[in-house]
């Protein structure tokens, strides 16, 4: 229910949620555009809830091809008809993606609001926007979608574009609208490059840090192991896309291994190119990091389908290939004995937790932090003893194999990073000794 101040008394009143009707039209897989593939109502239903409606009708069709005019075929649609009237459905959901023309065409023949799948995730998205980085992405990600429909929308317009006074010579409504469409796409894509040239100048101070980001379906449990291995305090509904925000946290292994901790926007099937465009600031994150974490509902109907959606989406914003490291959470929804040895045939190297419990969390952080480990190196250096303090962290947490004094210089067996063996010996004096390897 959404809410409603009432003016004249005060208080506030729940206001009614749209009643939705949601079709799926089920097309072949190599069907044009690459908007083929069988429809999920249940899922659609999901964003359908997120975003506040309440659903109270399915209908589904198969085709060889969409009908040109409406989508749907002549019959169906008459079906659509009588399920909109009888329900007393306010808006119709369509899993697939409208033309503007088959979208003014269905809400002519239905009487009422025709959304297609685009434009419900992009409403959730704004509702959910809370950074200023991405309230930037969304809104230009909706105005990049709302150009080519100007026709079927036009006068949302007409305050803005300020009436009288305000257009060229001979220049229609919509020519003015697409002109200042125009110029508000320019500032935001100024603005986002802003904030882009403040986020790599944050990144550039983590540089040395061994960085893993968790990715995934949406709804997976990302936030919730976040929050679990970090502390943090990332905001956690069982809803899609409560996440819109990267969230970056420093995880303190011990007195001298940290490692970088990123929390994703969670991903979807057929996740709008629009969108996918526009937040490719935020998943600059994902292309940096040595180690994805793929955090995958265990729970879900289909886990491998969500998977596939998830890899889809990655080699779109990040081509090279990185190491990942499969994590199924929920384990305590589903039959874990049984879960687990279907799963290790097929990704032997997973992990199955129960993010929601210390002990979940606790065992991804330390397969993260062996991680960090297996990146270490035996080296032996050589450094002078008036500059022994640079060692005393490596003491402090057993990293000191072998140590030697010879004259005024210590000899030192160190297990490190390559960084740390940088910074040992550009600033603090130290020198190879022979050429260890561990």
Not at 290 to 308: F, G, N, R, T
Not at 413 to 428: A, D, K, M, N
Request: hydrophobic fraction near 40%; aromatic fraction near 4%; glycine fraction near 8%.
């Amino acid at each position: 229910m959404g809410t409603r101040i009432d003016q004249q008394q005060g208080f506030a009143t729940e206001l009614p949620r749209e009643r939705a009707v949601v079709v799926g039209v089920h097309l072949p897989e190599a069907w044009a555009g690459g908007k083929g593939g069988d429809a999920d109502l249940p899922e659609l239903g999901r964003l359908v809830e997120t975003a506040g409606g309440l659903v109270v009708g399915e209908l589904e069709q198969r085709r060889a091809r969409p009908e040109s005019a409406t989508f749907l075929g002549s019959g169906k649609l008459e079906e659509l008809k009588e399920l909109v009237a009888g329900t007393e459905a306010t808006m119709v959901v369509f899993d697939n993606d409208l033309s503007p023309a088959q979208g003014r065409n269905l809400e002519k023949a239905v009487d009422c609001k025709v959304l297609d799948r685009t434009e419900l995730i992009l409403d959730i998205f704004a509702s959910h926007a809370r950074s200023r980085q991405a309230r930037l992405q969304v809104e230009l990600a909706q105005l990049q979608y709302l150009l080519p429909r100007l026709t079927r929308l036009w006068s949302h317009l007409e305050k803005q574009a300020g009436g009288i006074g305000t257009r060229g010579p001979g220049e229609t409504q919509l020519e003015t609208d697409r002109r200042i469409l125009g110029r508000r796409l320019a500032q935001l894509r100024r603005e986002l490059q802003d904030v882009e040239s403040t986020r790599r100048t944050q990144v550039g101070s983590r540089e040395g840090l061994y960085r893993a980001a968790l990715v995934g379906y949406t709804n997976a449990g990302k936030s919730t192991l976040m929050n679990g291995i970090t502390g943090a305090d990332v905001y956690v509904q069982d809803q899609l896309f409560a996440t819109l925000d990267a969230t970056t946290r420093r995880v303190d292994a011990d007195e001298r291994r940290r490692f970088l901790l990123t929390d994703t926007v969670g991903f979807i099937r057929k996740l709008p190119h629009h969108l996918v465009e526009s937040f490719k600031a935020t998943l600059e994150e994902v292309r940096e990091a040595d180690l994805m974490v793929h955090v995958v509902d265990a729970s879900a109907e289909d886990p491998q389908h969500q998977i596939d959606a998830v890899n889809k989406v990655l080699k779109e914003i990040a081509p090279q290939e990185k190491p990942t490291l499969m994590v199924f959470n929920k384990m305590d929804l589903v039959d874990a004995e049984l879960f687990r040895n279907r799963w290790t045939r097929v990704y032997p190297d997973a992990v199955f937790v129960r993010g929601r419990e210390p002990e979940g969390t606790a065992e991804l952080r330390e397969i993260l932090t062996a991680r960090l480990l297996g990146r270490e190196v035996v080296r032996t250096v050589a450094l002078p003893i008036t500059n022994l303090h640079a060692i005393s962290a490596f003491h402090r947490t057993g990293a000191v194999l072998e140590q030697t004094f010879h004259a005024d210089l210590c000899h030192a067996t160190l297990r490190l990073t390559e960084e740390e063996l940088g910074r040992l010996l550009s600033r603090e004096g130290a020198v190879l000794v022979g050429d260890d390897r561990g």
